[in-house]
Nanobody, 123 residues
């Protein structure tokens, strides 16, 4: 069993930055792919970014060039640095773990989920 705890959300003005963190329990974090997803009110959960066990990232087109996903295996933590935030980035952001080495943009491919952290971008 893996538990994921997100932090770092908050309220920020458009153009600002936030860094989300997700810390995982367990000793096998380094072999898992990790992902970030988000869900805005009234919308379906959507893919944001994923990182493989060796740190290879992949992004949704909507965040490419603005967001950076990274991982620090020694701390069982994955990060999402979000720059140049837009009001349309407002959502509940979820961290997810996949018990295979390479990431996916499909939420059904992930085995564990955190509770989410709210990001609100004001215009």
């Amino acid at each position: 069993q893996v538990q994921l705890v997100e932090s770092g959300g908050g309220l920020v003005q458009a153009g600002g930055s936030l860094r989300l963190s997700c810390t995982a329990s367990g000793r096998t974090f380094s072999s898992y792919a990790m992902g970030w997803f988000r869900q805005a009110p009234g919308k379906e959960r959507e893919f944001v970014a994923t990182v493989s066990y060796i740190g290879t990232p992949y992004y949704a087109d909507s965040v490419k060039g603005r967001f950076t996903i990274s991982r620090y295996n020694a701390k069982n933590t994955v990060y999402l640095q979000m720059n140049t935030l837009k009001p349309e980035d407002t959502a509940l952001y979820y961290c997810a773990a996949r018990t295979v080495s390479y990431g996916s943009s499909r939420s059904n491919d992930y085995d564990y989920w955190g509770q989410g952290t709210q990001v609100t971008v004001s215009s």
